[in-house]
C-alpha cells in the first residue's frame, strides 16, 4: 500500500491557500475600495424672496421767492430756502406775490404759484401724488421717463393724472371748484365717476357736487368785469371790488389773491390812501392764460370849507 504521509502534509498547505485566496477579496473591500460619497444634504425649500418696497424720494426746493413756509411735524410753519427736501406727507404753502419750484431726480416738477399750499401725499420711483389744498400748481413729467404724476384736489373728488411726459396745469380754490388745463401730453381728470381726456391745448372745470365739464380750447382770454365805482373821486378810503372771472380762474385784486365762486364771483375790500390810488385786478387761467384792468380812483377827505359868521353877514349886506 502506498505512503498517504505525503498528501496529509500537503492538505495544510492547501486549506491555507484557499483562506487567503478567499480572504484577498474580503480584504480589498475593507481596506482598498474607496468609501462611498456622503449622500448630499437635504435641498432646502426656496425662501420666496421678499417684495422690495419702492424706494422713497423728496421733493427738492430749488427756487425760492417771498415769503415761501414748510410745515413742521410739531404744526407750526418755519420759513423755507432752497435745497430743503419735501417728504411724503409733508408741506409747501407760498403767500401773495411767492414763488417756489420743486424738483424730483430727473422725474419731475412742481411749480407752485402765489398763495397756493400743497402736501405730498405719495412719492417713489413710478409715482408722485400731491394734494393742492388752494391755488394754483403745475405739474411737469420729464421726456424720457417712466412716471405717474397724480394731483388730487382738496373738498372735491376731483383727480387729474398724467402717465406720460407732458405738463398740465390744476386750479382749487378749497370749496370744490376746480379747474384743469394741459399744456403737453394727456391728463385723464377724474369726479363724480366721470372721466375726461384733457388734451394738450384743452381745459376742463369741475364745480362742487359735479361732474368735469368736457374739455374746451383753452381760450386766448379770460373773462374779467370789474364793477368800478362810477366816481372816480371819493371821500371814503374803502372800497369795495367786485366782479367776475373765467371759473377756475386765480384772481388777484391789489396784489392779494381772493377766493372766487363756482361763478367766477369775486370781491374785496381795498384801503386805499389820500390822493390818487390805482387799482390793480388780475385774473390767471390754467391755461396760463392772464387778464388784466386797473383804475385810477382819487381819495379826498379834505371837508369843505365853512363860511364863518362875518362872511355870512358880508354876503347878505351885499345882496341888499
Known amino acids: 500500500m502506498a505512503d498517504s504521509r505525503p498528501s496529509r502534509r500537503q492538505a495544510p498547505f492547501l486549506i491555507g ?14 481596506f482598498l475600495r474607496q468609501p462611498p460619497p456622503p449622500p448630499p444634504p437635504p435641498v432646502a425649500p426656496p425662501v420666496a424672496a421678499a417684495p422690495v418696497a419702492p424706494r422713497q424720494l423728496q421733493l427738492e426746493l430749488t427756487q425760492v421767492s417771498g415769503k415761501v413756509e414748510v410745515w413742521n411735524t410739531d404744526g407750526s410753519w418755519r420759513e ?10 409733508e408741506r409747501v404753502r407760498t403767500d401773495d406775490g411767492s ?29 408722485s401724488r400731491i394734494l393742492l389744498s388752494r391755488g394754483m400748481a403745475t405739474a411737469v413729467v420729464r421726456p424720457g421717463q417712466r412716471h405717474t404724476f397724480e394731483v388730487k384736489a382738496a373738498n372735491s373728488d376731483a383727480t387729474a393724472t398724467l402717465q406720460q411726459a407732458g405738463a398740465f396745469t390744476m386750479s382749487n380754490n378749497g370749496e370744490g371748484t376746480v379747474a384743469v388745463g394741459t399744456r403737453e401730453g ?15 391745448g384743452q381745459q376742463a372745470v369741475v364745480r362742487p357736487g359735479q361732474a368735469p365739464s368736457e374739455p374746451s380750447p383753452v381760450p386766448t382770454s379770460l373773462l374779467l368785469k370789474v364793477d368800478w365805482p362810477n366816481e372816480r373821486t371819493r371821500r371814503e378810503r374803502e372800497l369795495v371790488v367786485r366782479g367776475q372771472a373765467t371759473p377756475g380762474s386765480r384772481v388777484e385784486v391789489g396784489g392779494v389773491t381772493v377766493k372766487s365762486d363756482a361763478e ?13 390810488n390805482t387799482v390793480d385786478v388780475q385774473a390767471f387761467g390754467v391755461g396760463r392764460t392772464k387778464q388784466q384792468e386797473r383804475q385810477d380812483v382819487v381819495v379826498d377827505t379834505t371837508p369843505p370849507p365853512l363860511k364863518t359868521d362875518t362872511e355870512n353877514i358880508w354876503n347878505q349886506a351885499r345882496d341888499d
Not at 17 to 27: F, S, T, Y
Open 186 to 200: 394727456e391728463v385723464t381728470l377724474v369726479g363724480q365717476g366721470k372721466v375726461v381726456i384733457v388734451r394738450a
Open 17 to 30: 491557500l484557499v483562506l487567503i485566496l478567499a480572504a484577498l477579496p474580503v480584504g480589498w473591500f475593507v
Open 264 to 276: 367766477g364771483n369775486f370781491q374785496r375790500k381795498v384801503i386805499l390812501r389820500e390822493g390818487r
Open 99 to 127: 414763488y417756489a419750484k420743486l424738483i424730483g431726480g430727473e422725474s419731475v416738477e412742481v411749480n407752485i404759484d402765489p398763495a397756493t399750499e400743497i402736501s405730498v401725499d405719495a412719492l417713489t420711483e413710478s409715482l
Open 80 to 89: 423755507a430756502s432752497v435745497g430743503m427736501a419735501l417728504r411724503q406727507d
